[in-house]
C-alpha cells in the first residue's frame, strides 16, 4: 500500500489505522510503503505503473487529482489512469502557528503578516497538498505575501513549523496533539463546526472568512484495468475496515470521518473535488515554486 508522503503524516496514519483490520478482512499481509518525493509524483507513479493485480494499491489525497494542474509533466490522469475503491476519511484542517510567534488570532496574523511584508513563510505536506492549497486560499484571500517552504509530508512539515523553521502551518490531525500541549497555537479550522479535540479553536466560517475551507481526504485507489472482481475484494476489506467500531472509533479520535463508500461514489467524490479544487488554484493564482 503506497503512501506518497513521508511516515508520520495524515495520510500515513490513516492508512495505518485501518491496516491490521483490513489485514484480517482480506486474509493477505498489507505492508505500507511511504514513497515520498516529488510532490507525492513518485509515489503516484509507482502505482499507475504498477501490474493491475491488485498487489499494489496507494492511498490518496488532494494532491493526486490537483497535481495534473499544477505540473505540467504530471504524467498521469487521475480519473483515467486509477481505479477507486473507495473513500476512506474525509478530514477538515488546522491553521497553526508556533506558539512563540505573536498573534493569537487569525486577524492578529494578517495583520502580523501585513506589517512583515516577507517576512513570514509557511510549510506544507508538499506541493498541491491540501495544506498547500487551504494556505494559498488563506494568503490570496487576505493579499498576504509569504514564501512556500514544501516538505515530502505531513510529519516532516509538522516537525518544522515545531522547529520554527517555518511560520505557519496548515494540517490535520496529527497536529491535534501538539496544540493540545501548547507548542503550536491553533487559529482556525476549515471544518463546518469546531473540532472537538480543539473547542477553544474558531472555524474560518465563523469568523466570517468561509472562503477559506479547504479540507483534505484519504482514499484508495488501484491501478487502472484492476479486475472488478479484484477491486470488489479489496473494497470488502478497506471499507468493511473503516466500519469497524474500533476502527471507526480510533479514526474519529485523530478528528477524521470515516467514510468507507463505494468504488462509484468515490470516483464521483473525485471528480466533483477536481472541479472544486482546480477553481481553488486558478482563483487563488497557484503555481509551483
Known amino acids: 500500500v503506497v503512501v506518497p508522503y513521508a511516515a508520520g503524516g495524515g495520510t500515513d496514519i490513516t492508512t495505518r489505522t485501518v491496516q491490521a483490520r483490513a489485514m484480517e478482512l482480506l486474509g493477505q499481509p498489507l505492508i505500507v510503503d511511504n514513497r515520498a518525493g516529488g510532490g507525492t509524483l513518485i509515489g503516484t507513479r509507482a502505482v499507475q505503473n504498477a501490474t493491475p493485480d491488485g498487489y499494489t494499491l496507494g492511498v490518496m489525497d488532494p494532491a493526486f487529482i490537483i497535481n495534473p494542474t499544477l505540473v505540467r509533466d504530471a504524467g498521469y490522469s487521475a480519473l483515467k489512469d486509477f481505479a477507486p475503491v473507495t473513500l476512506i476519511t474525509a478530514v477538515p484542517l488546522i491553521l497553526m502557528i508556533p506558539s512563540s510567534i505573536p498573534p493569537k488570532t487569525v486577524q492578529e496574523l494578517v495583520e502580523y503578516a501585513r506589517a512583515n ?81 480543539l473547542p477553544a479553536v474558531p472555524t474560518f466560517a465563523e469568523l466570517g472568512f468561509p472562503q477559506v475551507n479547504v479540507q483534505t481526504f484519504a482514499g484508495l485507489v488501484a491501478p487502472a484495468g484492476t479486475p472488478r472482481p479484484v477491486i470488489q475484494r479489496l473494497h470488502a476489506a478497506f471499507a468493511g475496515a473503516v466500519q469497524t467500531p474500533d476502527v471507526r472509533t480510533r479514526l474519529e479520535q485523530l478528528n477524521q470521518f470515516p467514510i468507507g463508500n463505494t468504488s462509484e461514489e468515490f470516483a464521483t467524490f473525485l471528480q466533483e473535488n477536481m472541479a472544486r479544487l482546480v477553481k481553488v488554484v486558478r482563483e487563488a493564482d497557484i503555481k509551483l515554486d
Do not use: C, W
Request: hydrophobic fraction near 45%; avoid cysteine.
Open 117 to 197: 511584508p516577507g517576512k513570514l513563510n509557511y510549510g506544507s505536506p508538499g506541493s498541491g497538498s491540501a495544506g498547500h492549497l487551504a494556505v494559498e486560499q488563506f494568503r490570496s484571500f487576505f493579499g498576504l505575501k509569504m514564501s512556500h517552504v514544501p516538505y515530502k509530508g505531513g510529519g516532516p512539515a509538522l516537525a518544522a513549523v515545531v522547529a520554527n523553521e517555518v511560520s505557519i502551518l496548515v494540517i490535520g490531525s496529527n497536529a491535534i496533539p501538539l496544540i493540545q500541549d501548547g507548542r503550536l497555537r491553533g487559529l482556525a479550522a476549515t471544518s463546518a463546526k469546531r473540532l472537538a479535540a
